[in-house]
Antibody, heavy 123, light 107 residues
Framework: QVQLVESGGGVVQPGRSLTLSCAAS????????MHWVRQAPGKGLEWVAL????????YYADSVKGRFTVSRDNSENTLFLQMSSLAAEDTAIYYC????????????????WGQGTLVSVSS | SYVLTQPPSVSVAPGQTARITCGGN??????VNWHQQKPGQAPVLVVY???DRPSGIPERFSGSNSGNTATLTISRVEAGDEADYYC??????????FGGGTKLTVL
């Protein structure tokens, strides 16, 4: 079955960097685009970034553009989110999620979601 | 950027029909997706491309989209349907947008 397991969250000081990982299993990872979506405590969902199945296209929310970088290693079935210049407003649970269909070019919604990893930015 | 507007809450009695709306400028020209999130859990996609259901989602969940409003309809509501529901669209510039979410309460 499809499994997505995020890791790498924790407490980090403002201005520092952190890299999240998402280990995928149970499907052909190299055929699916992947999303990062975050949820601040008690708040709604906020889309963060997307990378197409082949890694050739990447898209970012304005709130993270220039600070976050999404990447993937299809040989290791792993998705990454490198986050820099972190601020308090980046505090959230970060979810990775898979496209609903194969070989989408950024226009497919996510269907399967991981359980998330908590990032807390605090001094 | 594109804005999606949802009512903060909707209440319905068990066995009745719940309708959750998602408003946006000419949203009828876009494909709308709906995610369900129960407390302490990850979201689950329940409707995509306006009215399609992923495998495993009951037929009680359906969607429609026209003009400036998309609607998620849940028929024969059960206690287990109590959750937050989020609409989502792709705004054609590579950005995905979520609505603010609607808390469905089953009375």
């Amino acid at each position: 079955q499809v499994q997505l397991v995020e890791s790498g969250g924790g407490v980090v000081q403002p201005g520092r960097s952190l890299t999240l990982s998402c280990a995928a299993s149970g499907f052909s990872f190299n055929k699916y685009g992947m999303h990062w979506v975050r949820q601040a405590p008690g708040k709604g969902l906020e889309w963060v970034a997307l990378i197409t199945y082949d890694g050739k296209s990447k898209y970012y929310a304005d709130s993270v553009k220039g600070r976050f970088t999404v990447s993937r290693d299809n040989s290791e079935n792993t998705l990454f989110l490198q986050m820099s210049s972190l601020a308090a407003e980046d505090t959230a649970i970060y979810y990775c999620a898979r496209d609903v269909s194969t070989r989408c070019r950024g226009d497919c919604p996510p269907d399967y979601w991981g359980q998330g990893t908590l990032v807390s930015v605090s001094s | 950027s594109y804005v999606l507007t949802q009512p903060p809450s909707v209440s319905v009695a068990p066995g009745q029909t719940a309708r959750i709306t998602c408003g946006g400028n000419n949203i009828g020209s876009k494909n709308v997706n709906w995610h369900q999130q129960k407390p302490g859990q990850a979201p689950v996609l329940v409707v995509y491309d306006n009215s399609d259901r992923p495998s495993g989602i009951p037929e009680r969940f359906s969607g429609s989209n026209s003009g400036n409003t998309a609607t998620l309809t849940i028929s024969r509501v059960e206690a287990g349907d109590e959750a937050d529901y989020y609409c989502q669209v792709w705004d054609n510039s590579g950005d995905w947008v979520f609505g603010g979410g609607t808390k469905l309460t089953v009375l």
